[in-house]
């Protein structure tokens, strides 16, 4: 038996934008959002994963991920900027002592995949996961339970 016989259960993570000029959070009261940018590449990539699959997405810059949260998936994927390089961090590293894998992406996994802050990650997405030969073979080994340490 694999170790996703079942549903596999997804839990999409948009790190925290740290405060800066750049994240725009002292703009965002006037336009009555929470955050300036929604996570559309986690939004697309939910789009891409087997419709029978659960998955969820916390947006770290407008609510909380608990503990809960990446208990109850069975894997974690967690895209992210340079600018949140060390809220992924806290994240890989929540889920590494919840024993749930973290598979890391987005801009700054392909631009830095040998990072200090992604060595607690089980896998590395490292470019587009749109491509084909990305996302099939991850969501194939994500099914079977066997996380290769790395997509390109």
């Known amino acids: 038996m694999t170790l996703f016989s079942r549903k596999v259960k997804v839990l999409l993570v948009n790190p925290e934008t740290p405060h800066s000029y750049w994240g725009f959070q002292e703009s965002t009261w006037f336009v009555g959002a929470k955050a300036a940018h929604a996570p559309l590449p986690l939004i697309t ?7 029978e699959w659960d998955v969820r997405l916390v947006d770290m810059n407008i609510e909380r991920l608990g503990d809960k949260d990446i208990a109850w998936a069975d894997a974690v994927l967690v895209t992210g900027m340079i600018v949140q390089k060390e809220a992924a961090r806290e994240v890989i590293r929540r889920c590494r002592a919840l024993g749930v894998p973290a598979v890391a992406g987005g801009p700054f996994v392909s631009s830095s995949p040998d990072a200090e802050e992604l060595r607690d990650a089980a896998s590395l997405v490292i470019g587009e996961a749109e491509d084909g030969a990305v996302i099939g073979p991850l969501v ?3 099914r079977s339970g066997s996380l290769k340490a790395r997509y390109v």
């Open 140 to 142: 194939a080994d994500l």
């Open 45 to 51: 990539l939910a789009g891409m994963l087997p419709p």
